[in-house]
């Protein structure tokens, strides 16, 4: 049993007929019901031959006529073409019966006939049995309304995929009930001049041929033994739209111009029923039979040609008008069964490849094997068979999933066609498109979505075109509107849609699949998704999708992995299977990702919650977005925003209960942890603290309150004065300690003592980080990643700061280093960024400056790659304050200025650190002599800081000031060390204060 279930139905592109008998409702009246059903009888049956000659499907019977489907169940690439023929036979044939019925009792009927193609979905659709419906069926039905008797309508998407190989009229646009637009009819008229894709694009002007130097030396190379009467039989395989028949006529045109004669005859895909079609053509075309030529003239020049070649031919003359259709009556064909016709034949033929009078050499084309009637096919092999020694060269060609016969006969040559290369693509676009600056990248995107498939290629320039993307003639376009979405074109659909259809159900099953699953899918995964893991046929349905060429091995061990050969393929793959389908493949996608990779959940979090969104399980989205984003967490703080964002949507989607409303908060609450990292507009931050709040307060979630506190107080110091980030800090501490949860109280704790630090309250900091690490104890993960991602490494960081500020540097690096060790080992890289930034600090102080300079640029590589802006400002602001006391002040002026840029870009303002940044941007412009701009910035800083009562920067600052001024020349120089001075005394600075003193001194000195 299939875990994702059977289909009920499919997307498919597909031609629809309508056909019905007119005339027969008025007629019904006064006739013989019994003589009446008869005739409508015999006009069915004429209609539905018609239908099934071409390998269509009746849908139904509507009373007065039938519905009939091309391209379904089975696809057929050319389920327009085939359809126009069944029309064509059916105006035929029903013509003739009601010629008939008029002569003989004077009753009138006629047919009508609506044909359309575009998308339907067709399957087993209620009890009705295989059906199409949709839009397009309704436009068919329309058609048929609208034809006149006699007549069959298109539509302008039927009109589009057979217009060449049909003759067309134009009708205009007709108003039709249900289409939005008007509808552009045309009637069919006959079948049109073009038998291949090949005429029709030479009909429309060859694109130039590019590449392909090789495959042609090689063919040049057979040719050259089959004048030197050795011989030679070549087979070019390649997928639809390769180039083959290009590559034979272009090869077939260069043998002409040596002088040498080619004869061409193809499969046709709506052929394969009726014998020698091919064959046919071939003699003809050798005999030089033009369309028109009377009998008399056809029969002289099969005589004429085939007795100059060997005159032993003359006994098989009889045979040879018969198959041209110019029976001699004088010299009529003994009766003979149809195997012994058949016999004959071949044998004619293989006497004309061998007639030993003949000395030119000649080259035979048969395209399309895969199409061949089954007696063209053993004819061939025998042809192939006799060219052995012989001046003929035989070039062959079919697509992969058909194999000849004859394949491992010693003298035949196989060709395995690939696709263009990136430069030949290039080429053809120049050609196709032109070389406006407008192109530059479409070729590189044109390429990787056809994979180099010249066909496809060129249809999407004209898919393009036609969407009016490009502008202008061919080979001079200009690209007007960027190309995000190109739509696959209906041609190219068709085409790879049909090629899907034929594979057998299992391999069917397995490519849809994949398509949903991934770019690459695992053997063991595809196997659980599709519900064939274990079934018997799973290994051969695999193998066929392989030789198949639609999907290739990228990897066998451990396991056998498989990717798309072509993008396009899986496209299409996809698009086939309704939505319904797909979603359930999606959801048994994720639940597979769950099962088989139990130790990598984290890491593919993200990707199986995509999967369940797909699938349509909100609920199990939501869980595993939020697992992801707690893995991305501060290691990724981009990706985690963007995967929180999405929790509070899907959970905004969901039925409100106590997970999903935990999960509204939680996102929520997230984002904001994570918009003083990465920075957050300022009323989105606004809203999501009110939502939160609102959530968070109704539900009664102590927990989420207490963080709340934290983050909306904390964040940026500068929204607030520090009283208030204060009264914050502690009102979370209040409602953690209420909520009971020891990792809270611990990430609470630490996360506010932030506010200490930049208040320069180090006696209640250190008291803070005291506490942190009493209350984790031996755990080192308490309260791990809640906000900060170790708050035990935190704490001893806290810690160095304190002894640094009291002037205890040893002790200072110690605690520093032991916060660096808990920090790797329990995985907070952020954590670890700002203590390297500090100890950088503290080394530089103690005079290593090298090792100081070394250690902080090193930070800045690292911190760089978490992405987080505000961690990366303080790698900067690290950066330079070891800059700064070697004397590099450029440099040092250049990192802070980084990271101001840096920090207001994405934050829309300074922050807290704004005024220790300006400290140093101070002290840099100090350095270059650069002292009035000193005296400005030092200047804003102290203000700030004194505004916002972040104290921490202020005694530098006010240093800064006061040296500024003496440089400058400027009062207030004193003033400002002395406050300085007190504010250091104040908090406990001895470090800063030394450095006052000794400035205060040297200032004192100069005086
Ligand atoms: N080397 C080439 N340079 C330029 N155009 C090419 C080249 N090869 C193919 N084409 C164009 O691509 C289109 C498809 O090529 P072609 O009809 O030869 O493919 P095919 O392999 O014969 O496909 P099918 O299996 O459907 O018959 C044609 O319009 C052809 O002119
Ligand atoms: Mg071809």
Redesign the pocket.
Known sequence: MSEVGQPEGERKQVTVLFADVQGSMDLAEGRDPEQWHAIMQRFFGLLADAVHRFEGTVDKFTGDGIMAVFGAPVAHEDHAQRACYAALAMLDEVGEYAAELRRRDGLNFSTRIGINSGEVVAGEIGEGGYTAVGHTVGLAQRMEALAEPGRAYLTEAAAELTRGYMELGDLGEFEIKGASRPVRVFELAGVGSAR???DL?RERG???????EEEMAALEEALDRAVRGEGAAVGIV?E???????LAYEFGERARRRGIEVFECQGQAHGRDIPFMPVLQMLRSYFGIADGDPERIVREKIAGRALLLDSALAEDLPLLFEFLGVPDPDRPLPQLSAEARQRALRGVVCKLVRAPNRREPIVTVVE?LHWMDDASEVLLRELVGSVGATKTMVLVNH?PEYEPAWRRASHYREIQLAPLELDDTRA?LDDLAGEDPSLDGLADLIHERTAGN??FI?EFVRELVESAHLEGARGAHRLVRPVEDIRVPATVQTVLAARIDRLGPAAKQLLQAASVMDEEVSERALGLVSGLAGEEHYDAALCELTDGGFLVETEIYPERVFAFRHPLTREVAYGTQLAEQRALTHAATARALIKLEPDRRDELAALIASHFEQGREMLEAARWFARAAHWAGHSQPRDALRLWRKVTALAGELEEDRETLMLSVASRLQQLDFAWRLGMERGEEARLEAEAEELASRVGDVRSLSLLRLLNSGRPGLVRQMDAWVAGVEEANRLAEESGEDGLRVAVRAAGAYAYMCGADFERLDRTAGEVLALAGEDPAAGAGIVIGCPVAWAHMCKGVVYRERGRPEEAVREYEAAIRIAGEQGDPETASWTRGNLAGVIAEQGSLEAALALARRNCELTERLGDVFSRTLALYSLCYVQLLGGQYAEALDSIERAERLYREAMGGGGEVQAARGVLRAEALLGLGRVEEAVEVAEQATDMARAHGIRWPLPRALLALGRARTAAGLDGATEALEEAARVAAETGAAATLEAIEAARETIGAAR
């Open positions: 291949s894709r090949l694009s060859f694109s130039r041929f590019v590449g392909r390649a639809p739209g390769t180039g083959k028949s290009r399309d697509r053809l010249p066909f060129e």
